[in-house]
């Protein structure tokens, strides 16, 4: 059995736990972290970069919201559901925190919205290399670790955590496996969770958020996020909260895909289900919340996007609506581009001669299909779509074949929610009082989205991982009466 000592033990190295690790360091405590896997960065290294409200890069350009406006927004689209002091400690924190990681040396560009109606609250990292991107934010994390090792903080990779050690109801330490197999003890005066959810636990998201991995959902799974800190959490007395998805929609794998087919198969021409029937004004498609909520609620969880050789040809040249993340503005050579993804038998897209052939291949029912192309065909002439009022600029027929079709699910960046905590990242226990030693941050203990992920506020996620990780760092300083500042 091996043993260790020190101030404060952070379970797991992703975006909250590395940001809490440098916090608590700068505050002069010792700290040790321990990560599962064999690099520290977690899921944020996939992503672009986290959320700020009033930072100087949004008050110089006059960007909204300002924190007011952007607490009443929030609270407004979760209808009160959840947790109103938390999502005001992290709305208030967050420009403070852009400014924090900036004082570490991470650089941002221009906030961004991720859709148009939302808002530009997406502080994209500068990566070290290359435009902002998937991944950009693997900068940060980079800089994060080399801040923590700087300061002196500890980090044991491929050493998970396995369980939190609770005497006379307080916490005191934690236990875990080093990367040899060995057993370790570390005792400390605080443990921070930020083992970054259940994501890829194919029985939690069964259980706590209702679907089938593989077959009704695919979201993107991140090695490792099994819900290790929430159940550790829970065994020793914290109280849950709601669990979901942090759903997104998309077809399986999206990133084997050609960006430009990818993005050519989420403009908003026709969506319809099994059923051939449309479920959505597809204008909404950029918000990919909205769209997964509405998928969720279709036969077998399965939705196909359908256009014709016509609107292929426009988009040639011209893409209705742009994304953030993959900045593609057209599909001009869309003969290769589609033959070669064809070719490689990825599945998920389809070319067909007749719709009876299309029919035939996705299995979406013909008789619904015809009909449905019928009203929709009558709706683009009129220029008026009595059904759901979709935008008229939209409204484009479908007529003559090819007819091509992408097969869609509900997707996910990952879960949300499970331990309950208050705003200063102290975990909640069963008598609804703070479990003395105990902190929790990031997705283990995200639980302010309401039913639907808010992409109005792009950037919440990672940015929610980061201040609650600083949030709990400040929390332990006054806990442990120990602040250098
Ligand atoms: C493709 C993609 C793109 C994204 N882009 C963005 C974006 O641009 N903006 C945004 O806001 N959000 C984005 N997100 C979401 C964002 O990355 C996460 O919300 C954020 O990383 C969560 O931080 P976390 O610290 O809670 O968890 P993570 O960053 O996932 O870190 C969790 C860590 O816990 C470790 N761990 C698990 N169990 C144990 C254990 N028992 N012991 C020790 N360690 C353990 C894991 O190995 C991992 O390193 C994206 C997600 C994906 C998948």
Redesign the pocket.
């Known amino acids: 059995m091996i043993q260790y000592n020190s101030d404060v033990i952070i ?8 940001s809490a690790a440098v916090a608590v360091a700068q505050k002069g405590l010792s700290v040790i972290v ?4 064999a690099i ?12 700020g409200i009033e930072s100087r890069h949004t008050r110089s350009r006059l960007f909204k919201p300002t924190k007011d406006e952007a607490f009443k927004a929030f609270m407004d689209y979760t209808h009160w559901r959840v947790d109103a002091k938390l999502v005001r400690a992290f709305l208030n924190k967050s420009g403070d925190t852009i400014h924090w990681l900036e004082s570490l040396g991470v650089e941002f560009v221009e906030p961004a919205t991720y859709f148009t109606e939302s808002y530009p609250t ?1 502080h ?1 990292v500068k990566p070290e290399n290359g435009p902002p991107g ?1 991944g950009g ?1 693997a900068t940060m994390m980079k800089i994060l670790t080399q801040k923590a090792l700087d300061l002196g903080v500890q980090i044991l990779l491929e ?4 369980s939190i050690i609770k005497e006379h109801e307080e916490i005191c330490g934690v236990k ?1 496996i080093d990367k040899e197999g060995n057993e370790i003890t570390a005792n400390a005066k605080a443990v921070i969770i ?4 259940f ?1 890829d636990s194919v029985s939690m998201v069964r259980e706590y958020a209702g679907f089938e991995m593989g077959k009704d959902i695919f979201p ?1 799974r ?5 819900g ?2 929430i159940r ?1 959490a829970w065994d020793v007395g914290a109280k849950s909260t709601e669990m979901s998805m ?1 759903l997104i929609f998309g077809m399986p794998d999206p990133l084997s895909i050609p960006p430009q087919l990818h993005e050519a198969c989420r403009q908003p021409h026709l969506m319809v289900n099994l059923l051939g029937e449309r479920f959505i004004d597809e204008s909404v498609l950029p918000n990919v919340t909205f769209t997964a909520n509405a998928i969720t609620l279709q036969k077998d969880k399965t939705a196909f996007l359908i256009f014709d050789e016509a609107i292929l040809r426009l988009m040639e040249s011209d893409f209705d609506t742009r994304n953030r993340v993959f900045p593609f503005t057209n599909i001009a050579n869309s003969e290769h581009i589609i033959k070669a993804y064809l070719d490689s038998k990825k599945g998920n897209f389809f070319v067909a001669e007749s719709l009876e052939d299309l029919a035939n291949q996705t299995g979406i029912d013909l008789a619904g299909l015809t009909q449905t192309i019928e009203n929709y065909n009558q709706s683009c002439e009129k220029g008026y779509d009595e059904l759901f009022n979709k935008s008229q600029k939209f409204l484009r027929p479908i007529s003559k074949g090819k007819f091509y079709a992408a097969r869609h699910f509900p997707s996910a ?2 879960s949300a929610g499970g331990i309950k905590i208050n705003e200063k990242a102290e975990v909640i226990g069963q008598d609804w009082k703070p479990i003395k030693g105990l902190y929790a ?4 203990a ?1 639980s302010i989205y309401g039913d639907s992920y808010p992409f109005i506020f ?9 201040n609650t ?1 600083r949030i709990a760092a400040e929390s332990i300083s006054q806990y442990l009466n120990f602040d250098l500042d």
């Open positions: 379970i797991a190295a992703g975006a909250s736990g590395l321990f990560e599962k896997n520290t960065g977690g899921t944020a290294n996939r992503g672009m970069g986290p959320l997406w994209l998937p934010a050493s998970p955590v396995k875990a930020a083992t970054g959810g994501g993107f991140i090695e490792g996020l099994a290790d800190g550790m942090e960046y990952g941050s990031g997705t283990d995200c792009p950037g919440t996620s990672m940015g929610f991982a980061i990780g």
